[in-house]
């Protein structure tokens, strides 16, 4: 069967395609539609030839005349079709404000239900400008006690050494300097050039009074349960 090959060329799509050469122009206009979307009654067919560059209006009841690798036009007759590529013209669901901050199963409740972001505790929040911000709690946290720190978002806990208690120059309000016992920490006890405590790098951290807990969190031995070889 002696086939066709043409490139189909419409608003938002251009292809390569082959077609029996036998193919009734009525019946193209039916296989088209599945390839750039236009319905059948709306196609404006013209074809452009490799020897042309003017394109033509396909005339012929079949494909017997048409060259290869000729470039077949499709353009749409309806004066309200929707060029998919422009965005603007797409209907676009929008949902009210009130009914996504009711939903359980979205990332602002997720965030809600764990204290993050902007939904983070106000006492703990960063932009706290008051310097004498958790100074009860900085009372009950003395230098050289062992603590656990609260990690935001999880039920894990942080376990270290208090190295530190007081105000520092890179924010106001107090703070807590702590050693842990692994290298989960940010900084080696000095942040933008100010020496607060030492110790190893990313053992060093300073969080909030309110986030740690002191008491007897001996350190632990995660190689205690490893079989020994």
């Known amino acids: 069967m002696s086939v066709v090959t043409l490139f189909v060329e419409s608003q938002t799509v251009r292809t390569e395609r082959r077609f029996p050469r036998t193919t009734p122009i009525s ?35 079949t494909l ?18 929707i060029n998919f590529e422009d965005v603007s013209q797409v209907e676009k669901y929008e949902m009210q404000d009130t009914t996504y901050d009711a939903m359980s199963n979205t990332v602002r409740a997720f965030k809600r239900r764990h204290n993050m972001g ?7 929040a ?6 004498d911000e958790f100074v009860e709690e900085a009372q009950n946290i003395n230098v050289g006690q062992r603590c656990e720190v609260a990690w935001p978002g999880s039920e894990l806990a942080r376990r270290g050494c208090v190295r530190f208690v ?15 016992d692994e290298p989960v920490g940010k900084n080696n006890g000095t942040v933008d050039g100010t020496v607060y ?26 190689g205690s349960d490893l079989e020994e070889m």
């Not at 902007?118 to 703990?124: E, G, K, T």
């Not at 960063?126 to 310097?131: K, L, R, V």
């Not at 790098?201 to 969190?217: A, N």
Request: aromatic fraction near 10%.
């Open 166 to 180: 007081g105000k520092t120059q890179f924010r106001q309000g107090y703070w807590i300097g702590v050693e842990y």
């Open 27 to 61: 019946e193209l206009h039916t296989r088209l539609e599945a390839i750039v979307g236009i319905q059948p009654t709306s196609q404006q067919l013209t074809i452009t030839d490799p020897a042309s560059s003017s394109p033509i209006p396909v005339t012929s009841t």
């Open 197 to 222: 405590f030492e110790c190893a790098p990313l053992h060093g951290s300073f969080v909030r009074p309110d986030k740690v807990t002191v008491g007897d969190f001996p350190e632990e031995d995660f």
């Open 64 to 81: 017997l005349t048409i060259p290869d690798y000729s470039v077949l036009h499709v353009t749409s007759t309806c004066s309200t079709s």
């Open 118 to 124: 902007r939904f983070a505790d106000n006492a703990s």
């Open 126 to 131: 960063m932009s706290i400008d008051n310097e």
